[in-house]
């Protein structure tokens, strides 16, 4: 459902079951910048592997915004080298019961707490196998109760990242917990989608893919609407004056609502989860 | 007129017309961290050319900010290596009729968007080619219409950091989009100027540059006046008590209004534009 | 005093008085991401050694809190191998007497202002010596008064990093300067403490260390209080259901007192500084 996901052409590159590490490693977290934890995490990694080349995808997700580390990670994680180690910390029962996992694809490995995260990810990847990460010699010792992202998931992608075979990390696991995504809806004319992240520019990124959208660009004009805004589809922003609202295909592949040199969600006050109508133009 | 420029030394530390890569990359963008585009792009660049470092200047240049961006991308380029390869993206023409381009200089490989925020840094630089980033052969594909810092610079710049000859990725063009830049204005003991930039401590770094200014840290104390704020010009912060204004050199070579553990853009309501008369003191 | 300090196995793992370069260098700075500070800092030290990795601790201090610096270096730096160069630029005092340092450690180099911003993390471990940088040789010249990020401390961390001898940057010290933290106060069954960290999350970070803590887990419940907050300790945060405040040992191996899925500095308006009382619960 996510506009891109981790798999471009995931079939055709892999060859047998190997999944050679690429030397990298992605760090997806809520820890922000204003603290050391993104420091510490390095330190871990770069003791245990020096030679890895450690990757920051966004350490700005809102605090414990399982949903939207999920889709950062969705949206970027194909446009790494196979073999890279996806690792994404957005973890707020940190210390509870939720297990902490290591998932193998055709095509990459992503580790992180077993509560959706990892889940946009995986979506449309080819699982091989799921692992716990239990192996308390992967870990420091002890294990504090509020930073596994130090003391578990940073020792794990690291040895990951060296080549160790994740079934080293823990008991086999059958699945993982997934998110559900809304699918739009198409009724006649028109389609129903929703707003499913509000990026830094403030465009509303929406569930209605581009194979949802009627002649893109064609003869018939259409309109996005979603609260007060009427956005009419274009090819790119500047299409429409600087300050009007404009419809486009992103670059996940899905339709957004932005503004042209401004900020659409603050301007219309666009919100995740707001629903979004494309429709043909009236006039 | 930029207190500095990416020429430091550049006639003496050119040897012939080669331009060896120094495997660094450096990023100035308006992305900001909440997202994944910055570290999408690293994921790009890293599968084209996986030896190269990636260093970020910034990605807090506010939104569509190009002033801003030719700003930074000035103030820091002639701190890298020479054939360190600089990628600004601040683009809010993307997918518009504007063109992505290169120039090669004495000393770097310059690459972004045509219209002006690579300017202030190649002003004082020997331009040697610009070319237009036309081969889609240097690409993702397809380009999306709204992130071309992932489809098409950052493939560009990891492909000029392997050695790629510029000539490759497209058209010659003549010249590139530059950006006009106040020169201060002498007029007796008075010189006026104007705020550049605010940087992140409130200091208001001014186009005065220290040739200008008459008889630093000597004899006739020097005043700087902009708007209610009246800041005695000093060799440091501390040479004022806190919490009051002062006028120092800065690291960029030219005078900024700061306030000694304070914010000077707050307290004075200074911001990019406005005036500075630099005189002598009354006392 | 700190929770955790930068001499974790220090003595075990010390062989002789050598202290063989690591590759890495840690920034810990007020510099923001705002403008090309930090990207400047890195240029100059890849010019230096271009080998080198750079980490970020953060970027994000308070400007000029020289406390929040040290207290961000002191809980992280016991986590990057041995030989790391340590370097801490929160410096109010730029350009005025204050000395610029290094100080090696049993396991580290420190480099920084002599203003209190490496106390925290030298605070435990063996002082090896001490010198002031003042060596030319190993500066960028000329020395601008407000940025030595740029112009002093990065081309000696960069240097360090390569294995020169920290004795060639300058004169002998024989101490450096310290910043002092107030020690739990112990009275029957309670104990009073005061917060020395607020971080991203809102969570209050104490000075009480684990050792403190009595019967955590056990049959007595303790009851952390600071002002209207009254936060049971736990192992966990989810241990209370969401929105309520909880008081857990940190990451740091010292009380914190949180909120499930909140903030406890925004709900309960914590700040540094504030007094905390453990005791036995009533019930």
Chains 1, 2, 3 share one sequence.
């Not at 009724?187 to 992240?197: A, D, M, T, V």
């Not at 064609?218 to 609260?227: E, H, I």
């Amino acid at each position: 459902l996510l506009g891109s996901n981790c798999e471009r052409g995931g079939a055709e590159r892999e060859a047998g079951t190997t999944l050679r590490p690429s030397g990298l490693i992605t760090l997806t977290t809520d820890f922000g910048g204003k603290d050391w934890f993104v420091g510490t995490m390095k330190g871990v990694v770069l003791g245990i592997n020096p030679a890895v080349v450690v990757v920051d995808v966004t350490h700005e997700i809102p605090s414990g915004d399982v949903r939207a580390g999920a889709f950062a990670l969705a949206s970027s994680c194909s446009y790494f080298p196979r073999g890279t180690v996806h690792l994404a910390v957005v973890d707020p029962g940190v210390g509870s019961a939720r297990k902490a996992i290591v998932v193998r694809t055709a095509n990459y490995l992503f580790v992180g707490p077993n509560n959706g995260v990892l889940g946009g990810a995986v979506a449309k990847e080819t699982i091989r196998e799921i692992f716990s990460l239990e192996n308390p010699a992967y870990s420091l010792q002890p294990i504090s109760r509020t930073f596994h992202g130090r003391d578990v998931f940073a020792p794990a992608a690291a040895h990951l990242s060296r080549g160790l075979n994740p079934q080293k990390l823990g008991p086999r696991l059958p699945d993982l917990v997934r998110l559900s995504y809304p699918h739009p809806q198409t009724s006649g004319p028109h389609i129903q989608g929703e707003i499913l992240y509000v990026d830094r520019f403030g465009n509303a990124i929406t569930n209605i893919g581009q194979d949802f959208v009627p002649n893109l660009g064609g003869r018939t004009p259409s309109l996005a609407v979603c609260r007060r805004c009427r956005a009419p589809v274009k090819a790119f922003y500047q299409a429409v004056v600087s300050g009007r609202p404009v419809a486009v295909i992103g670059s996940n592949g899905t339709l957004e609502i932005a503004v042209n040199n401004g900020n659409a969600s603050e301007k219309f006050g666009l919100r995740r989860g707001d629903p979004v109508i494309l429709r043909a133009s009236r006039r």
